[in-house]
């Protein structure tokens, strides 16, 4: 059974003073090496909740978290788009 992991980089934390709107993306990598973004959401926690249910399934895949300010044109962390 494959485990998942949840990707904090130390340059998506935000401090308290940053006020600026943040968008949480979750995203999935296949067993193939495949990612997708599973979602967007405007709450981390949020994010995290739907990381947890996903990580319940039998079939375990690699789910992580990334962050950025709410204006920036989403990426694939990969850089593959």
């Not at 992991?5 to 401090?15: I, K, N, Q, T, V």
């Not at 973004?37 to 990381?51: K, Y």
Request: overall charge negative.
């Amino acid at each position: 059974m494959r485990a998942f992991f949840l990707c904090y980089p130390a340059e998506m934390h935000r401090s308290e003073e940053n006020k600026e709107p943040m968008t949480v993306d979750l995203w999935r990598q296949d067993d193939n090496g495949n990612r997708f973004l599973v979602g967007t959401f405007h709450d981390r926690a949020v994010a995290e909740a739907r990381l947890a249910d996903l990580t319940r399934s039998p079939h375990k895949q690699t789910y992580w978290i990334t962050e950025q300010p709410d204006n920036t044109q989403r990426q694939d962390p990969g850089g593959t788009t």
